[in-house]
């Protein structure tokens, strides 16, 4: 068995506890010694009992802050119905300026259980994206240390949960009356009642019951509200009658004074409430100029007779005097704007009811099973949330109310109660975070920054703290948001439109409503220039870099069709072996395509190479119906940068980061897939050409992801040059692309490891 040397000469001593004076594992004991301890080494006096703190990470769906009665200077202070959310903050911190890093649903989670931003952890956005589980992760990683992890309610990434002791999720967005949860055996079950009370029932089940009681432990538990369609527990549908909601003052707001890609939203209460869904009205769309028709309300439907019965009891009377109204020509267009936002923000608080409620009854349970002494509670939500200002509903834009996250943080003796910070935070740091107060280190390439000397220093901001963060929205068709990015520090908000190239910059300190950007108003004129530097600064940092952000070539026509036709070709089913590259793949199609015939034809291959392609169009097509089908593909033999180098001279190591990207959506989609990589094949005739050492640089750095197990590395490029390393141009006349004997080669110098992986 392995001896562990006396505590005191092991690295990081573990700290006394202060309390009891007895060597108990606290949060600073260093990582090797916790793996020990993982491993059962616990025979020696210093580690009797794991005494780290639990977690209980309480989240939400689109809940602005603006709707949490704690949070100061809201439009719904004292009306929100959040007494035990505010509680957390009361006995805790509140942080002001906590903000997401993608203002969306599935982005927004990937970037906490990563402590990555989009583009390094692949989820950009709700509808191309799926999250590769496998990657490193905040729950895995405290895994490995000791701690039972569990995750309850809304996930929402496309696939299911890795990494963890125990889940049960909703499928996709979630229902809100009798639910479907996908169980951990990956069957559906439907269970009868409110989402957000079931939620919160299993999270307790699971903390009461199930889970291992000598293990430190995390609770996800994630509700689904108040997500639209914004539907309230049956309880609560008849909160707010009579009662008339404050308006935000932007709530005509006509865009003047900023972009005009404002405008073209679809996400306006004014015109883009649907008749059912969003506002509740039984049958046709009587007035199809001031609502939507279509989507019919589908929460309704799952309901039971008795359910539906209770509704219509709330909902009927308010709909008849309104269709009565209407009929009348007594509203005006702007009281039947009002009359909408109205509905809107009174069902949007109703489900928040609910929510906090299981709050409660988790703040009640730790309060009287004595485990609240040592436990962490937090309160958060993946995005903030438009609740009409600017005239809006939904998200996505980096204006304040939808940027902004609420996060309220509880921990008994450690955070003195009701303090407040205007610190920057954001949702990359709540993995470092964790792994911090577990004791575990955050691993170099966590993007976050653990938030514990915050804590501990009532909110103070320690010397090196941030003092921007930076932002992506990647656009999606859904309510037309075009694609933007930008930094925020504590006084300004600078992003950047591309599809307009057209900057906007709030000074938030003097207009908190962000009614007018000064990025062309001359006295600004050197805070523009300052956060435009901060922008590209902290985009360098992160490595946001064109390597990695997906691309698409959909203006060339001709690449346009050869994608949509290897679409075709995956969606005819299954294929056991994938090339995927450039040209030089592609040219199994030409010069190749005698040798590909010996080799491949009979095995089920599909050449997914384009002409031209550099590591980001890849990442494009993979994530966009390339990879449709391929779930059990056997081997992909991927050969790709050899463009990032030769149309830019691109920095290897950028390359490398596109390359790395596209072995995760490989392992994402593919999980069964072996996947060879190649050295990118040599260029320029002589050894000492330039391209040719940009080349050997990359193929250093692509040798570090070989694993033996997943990832094999193979350079083959010595076969191709003669024995003073030049490239000869019988096998590569352009000294770029193979000619047919070129392809002898390589099909040669592979086909041994193709076997070898399984094919
Ligand atoms: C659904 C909603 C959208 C919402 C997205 C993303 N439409 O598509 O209004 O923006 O979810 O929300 S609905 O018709 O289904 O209500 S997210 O929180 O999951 O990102
Ligand atoms: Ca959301």
């Not at 080494?41 to 939400?60: E, G, H, Q, T």
């Not at 957000?196 to 995390?218: C, H, Q, S």
């Amino acid at each position: 068995m392995t001896q562990l040397p006396p505590c005191s000469q092991r690295e990081g001593p573990p700290r006394l506890s202060k309390a009891t004076g007895s060597a108990v594992l606290e949060p600073v004991m260093n990582h090797s010694l916790l793996s020990l301890c993982c491993l059962g080494v616990f025979l020696l006096p210093c580690a009797v009992a794991d005494k780290r703190p639990n977690i209980i990470f309480m989240f939400s769906d689109d809940h602005a802050c603006n709707a949490i009665s704690a949070y100061p200077g809201g439009l719904f202070d004292n009306i929100a119905p959040t007494p035990n959310i505010d509680r957390i903050a009361n006995e805790g911190m509140l942080f002001e300026n906590s903000f997401c890093a993608n203002s969306i649903c599935g982005p927004s989670r990937a970037n906490i259980l990563t402590g990555k931003h989009s583009h390094l952890n692949g989820f950009l956005d709700n509808n191309s994206s799926h999250f590769d589980g496998r990657q490193q992760t905040f729950p895995q990683l405290l895994r490995d240390t000791g701690y039972e992890v569990a995750m309850i309610g809304k996930w929402h990434l496309h696939s299911n949960p890795i990494g963890f002791d125990f889940w049960r999720i909703l499928p996709g967005q979630g229902a809100y009356y009798n639910p479907d949860f996908i169980e951990m055996d990956g069957s559906r079950k439907r269970y009868e009642g409110h989402c957000n009370d079931l939620v919160t029932d299993f999270g307790l089940k699971w903390i009461k019951e199930d889970r291992d009681k000598d293990k430190p432990f995390v609770a996800m538990i994630q509700f689904k509200a108040p997500h639209r369609n914004w539907s309230g527990a049956l309880r609560h549908l008849e909160l707010f009658k009579g009662v008339t909601m404050p308006e935000p003052d932007s709530l005509f707001d006509d865009y003047a004074g900023r972009s005009k890609v404002l405008a073209e939203h679809a996400m306006g209460i004014d015109k883009h409430m649907y008749w059912g869904h969003d506002m509740k009205f039984n049958g046709p769309n009587l007035f199809p100029d001031h609502f939507s028709s279509g989507i019919v309300n589908r929460q309704y439907q799952r309901m039971n007779e008795s359910q539906k019965k209770a509704w219509d009891a709330v909902y009927e009377p308010e709909n008849q005097k309104f269709i009565a109204d209407m009929k009348a020509g007594k509203l005006s267009k702007k009281d039947i704007v009002r009359w909408k936002y109205q509905r809107y923000i009174k069902d949007y608080l109703k489900s928040i009811a609910s929510v906090d409620e299981g709050v409660g009854r988790v703040l009640k349970h730790l309060d009287e099973s004595g485990l609240a002494k040592n436990t962490i509670v937090i309160y958060s939500s993946d995005q903030g949330f438009y609740l009409g200002e600017h005239g809006w509903y939904d998200k996505r834009w980096m204006f304040e109310e939808s940027f902004k996250m609420p996060f309220v943080i509880r921990w008994p003796g450690v955070i003195k109660a009701g303090s407040k910070t205007k610190a920057l935070i954001q949702n990359i740091d709540y993995g470092p975070t964790f792994l911090d107060v577990c004791g575990a280190k955050t691993p170099a390439d966590m993007q976050g920054h653990s938030i514990v000397p915050l804590l501990r220093n009532g909110g103070k901001r320690p010397a090196n703290w941030r003092d921007a963060v930076y932002y992506t929205y990647y656009g999606e068709s859904t309510h037309r948001v075009a694609a933007h990015d930008g930094v925020r520090t504590e006084r300004y908000t600078l992003f950047y439109v591309p599809k307009y190239k057209e900057w906007q910059l709030f000074d938030n300190e003097k207009d908190p409503q962000q009614m007018k950007s000064v990025h062309e108003d001359p006295s600004y004129a050197e805070v523009l220039k300052g956060l435009q530097q901060k922008y590209r600064d902290l985009k360098k940092n992160y490595r946001a870099h064109s390597a990695i952000l997906p691309d698409d070539r959909l203006g060339q026509e001709w690449w346009k069709n050869r994608h949509l036709d290897m679409n075709k070709k995956a969606n005819s089913g299954a294929h056991d072996l994938l090339f995927i590259g450039d040209s030089i793949t592609q040219g199994w199609e030409g010069s190749g395509k005698e040798i590909w015939q010996k080799y491949y034809g009979k095995r089920k291959a599909l050449n997914l190479g384009i002409s031209g392609d550099r590591t980001e169009h890849v990442i494009w097509r993979l994530n966009n119906g390339n990879l449709r089908r391929q779930q059990k593909a056997k081997v992909a033999v991927v050969m790709i940068g050899t463009n990032n180098t030769g149309h830019s001279e691109q920095d290897p190591s950028e390359t490398a980061d596109g390359v790395e990207r596209i072995l995760s959506i490989l392992r994402a989609r593919c999980p069964n897939a072996r996947v060879l990589l190649l050295g990118v094949f040599p260029r320029d005739e002589m050894p000492d050409g330039r391209k040719r050492g940009i080349n050997d640089s990359l193929n250093e750095k692509l040798a570090a992801f070989h694993n033996g197990k997943r990832v094999h590395y193979l350079n083959i490029n010595e076969r191709f040059l003669d024995e003073s390393g030049r490239l000869p141009k019988e096998i590569m006349p352009d000294f770029l692309h193979p000619r047919e004997k070129g392809y002898a080669i390589w099909a040669e110098a592979i086909e041994e490891k193709l076997i070898e992986l399984g094919l």
